[in-house]
């Protein structure tokens, strides 16, 4: 047996001694984690029982994506845009269920779920390893003057953080993947825990290498995170030959999982590219390039070599039912649009992008009412460590590191509080691990208050809605009817009543990128054109202000464009005399064309 696998025989039964001699969590704690976690599951399922019928268009292209995938259409299936794990798990759920249209957005919204409860028991792995680490960090002092928080307060702390940053930061709420995403940072921050530990093997950094690879194919972006990742493992693993080895394999299983996709993009594109989201949000957010029917400007951009055809100039008429498929082409496959793209590096953009986020400043700071961030910094202040506390804050770099190299990457180009859910809570769970206090009654009573205060704002911020909604949804199931309006559905139906078969194609008189992209979905029919001004008023104005000879023009336009019937969001009294008609009760319209 060779030295590195008798250290790796070592390593595994200290870890099972460890585990046998110290159980993750006593008797009370273990009381108040199924506590935890049974609102975690509820407050989730709830969630996505209220917003089964919500939906974006995001969500409408993984749902193509899944689409196209199952059915074998790997020319439409890789995508350059959106990453295929979720579009897996979407046309998966949706091949075995088989709903009928009105229930195949709450499918979509019960994998959502699911993929939450998945990333609860990966939040759980990490907790757990965040516990074993503190209890063997206070084994090494040996019952000094200093100690860290109790195991039963890591567990209220640590699953009312995650059950806040997933349904209020990330949310159920919307069909993507960055639940998914959240799963694998969770995972693989468990296992940087586990190697800083000192009780992990070669098959820990398999595992970890495998875990960056799967979140990379849920999103583009985790791609230079595992860089990130890796290389925190090989320092927590003390660094040296042996950690740089270990380190490597990491990187080698993740290339391994991940090039397949990325041997396919590849080819596909024509180039090497790991994905263009993050290219196209660059050019979008830091040059100020319209991420609408893109044309070139502004001067410098690049040269489009197939943009969306603007076949109509004053209104604004686009078209772009081919190559490109989907229920909504122009959504659909963004870096099939914007091919041509030349994104410019701006210092000056990515310093005011980084500094000039008071929204996201505000919402961070005041967080649970300001409870997360008072609660720290009375602990960190009652400590009496005084300037120790930057060293205690510097110990747990490997749970830092990267939440703050996630939060960095985003904020240099564009944020949403659910891309970044996960790494806040990474953060503020490293912040936790820094606190040390004297190892007395005081200190316990002081950690209770703490605890009782988050709680409760947490009960503040998610109690009342989730109460209104719970009250609702027991109002539904006791009257055997669904109230929620799913106004999408009923379009889509009134449609197929009146002549709109799938496969059909459909115009719009406003930007499609919003409701209209939904409905189409559920009808399975094609948006292959559409108006827009680019201005912020309403794209339907264009059209109902404009005079007979001009709309008569518009929708000439949009009949050779291939389009089968017009969609309104809305229309004047007098347009039913120019051969609109009214979908069902809705306020949406349809102007039937010539097949």
Not at 99 to 119: C, Q
Not at 129 to 141: N, P, S
Not at 558 to 580: D, Q, T
């Amino acid at each position: 047996m060779g030295m590195s696998n008798r250290v790796d025989v070592i390593e595994g039964a200290t870890e099972r001694r460890s585990a046998t001699a110290h159980p993750v969590s006593d008797n009370f704690a273990r009381w108040l984690q199924a506590i935890f976690w049974s609102a975690a599951v509820l407050l989730g399922l709830l969630q996505s029982w209220v917003h089964r019928h919500a939906m974006q268009s995001d969500g409408i292209s993984y749902l193509d994506m899944g689409d196209a995938y199952l059915r074998s259409d790997w020319q439409m299936a890789i995508n350059s845009y959106w990453s295929p794990l979720y579009s897996w798990l979407l046309g998966v759920a949706l091949r075995v269920i088989k709903p009928s249209p009105y229930w195949e957005f709450p499918v979509a919204h019960l994998v959502n779920f699911f993929v939450y409860v998945g990333a609860l028991f990966c939040f759980a792995f990490f907790l757990n390893e965040v516990i074993r680490h503190q209890r063997g960090e206070a084994e090494k002092v040996g019952g000094g003057e200093w100690v860290g928080l109790p195991e039963w307060a890591w567990v209220v702390a640590g699953y009312t953080l995650f059950t806040w940053s997933s349904l209020e930061l990330i949310t159920l709420r919307y069909v993507t993947p960055d639940l998914c995403v959240a799963a694998f940072v969770y995972l693989a921050a468990g296992l940087i825990v586990r190697i800083r530990r000192g009780v992990s093997g070669r098959l820990t950094f398999v595992v970890l290498g495998g875990v960056l690879g799967f979140g990379y194919l849920a999103k583009a972006a985790m791609l230079p995170l595992a860089f990130v990742f890796v290389g925190v493992s090989w320092w927590a693993a003390l660094g040296g030959r042996r950690g740089a080895e270990r380190a490597l394999v990491a990187g080698v299983v993740f290339l391994l999982v991940s090039s397949p996709f990325l041997i396919a993009l590849s080819w596909a594109k024509g180039r090497v590219t790991f994905g263009d989201s993050g290219r196209l949000n660059y050019a979008w957010y830091v040059n100020g390039v319209g991420y609408r029917h893109w044309q070139g400007e502004p001067a410098g951009s690049g040269t489009p070599r197939h943009p969306t055809r603007k076949v109509m100039v004053e209104p604004e008429v686009y078209e772009f039912g081919s190559p490109v498929g989907g229920t909504y082409p122009h959504w659909y496959d963004p870096s099939y649009w914007y091919d041509g793209i030349a994104p410019r590096f701006n210092l000056i953009r990515h310093i005011k992008n980084m500094l000039w986020r008071p929204d996201l400043y505000s919402f961070f700071f005041f967080a649970l009412y300001g409870s997360l961030v008072i609660g720290l910094f009375t602990l960190f202040y009652m400590s009496g460590r005084g300037r120790l506390v930057i060293r205690d804050v510097a110990a747990s770099w490997f749970l830092l590191v990267p939440a703050l190299a996630g939060f960095a990457m985003y904020m240099q180009v564009y944020v949403e509080t659910r891309f970044v859910g996960s790494f806040f809570t990474l953060m503020v769970i490293g912040l936790f691990a820094s606190v040390r206090l004297p190892d007395s009654p005081e200190s316990r009573r002081l950690v209770a208050c703490v605890l009782i205060i988050i709680v409760a704002m947490f009960g503040l911020a998610v109690g009342p809605s989730n109460a209104r909604a719970a009250y609702t949804s027991v109002g539904e199931i006791s009257r055997g009817r669904d109230a929620a309006p799913n106004v999408y559905w009923e379009v889509a139906e009134e449609l197929k009543r009146m002549g709109l078969q799938p496969g059909d194609k459909v115009a719009s008189l406003s930007y499609s990128n919003n409701d209209n992209v939904y409905w189409s979905r559920l009808a399975k029919v094609q948006i292959v054109a559409e108006m827009f001004s680019g201005a912020y008023r309403k794209d339907e104005d264009d059209f109902w202000t404009a005079d007979e000879v001009v709309r008569a023009r518009i929708i000439e336009t949009l009949a050779k464009a291939g389009a089968n019937g017009i969609v309104a969001n809305s229309a004047p009294s007098w347009a039913a005399a120019e051969g609109w008609r009214r979908i069902g009760s809705t306020d949406h319209y349809v102007y039937f064309l010539p097949r």
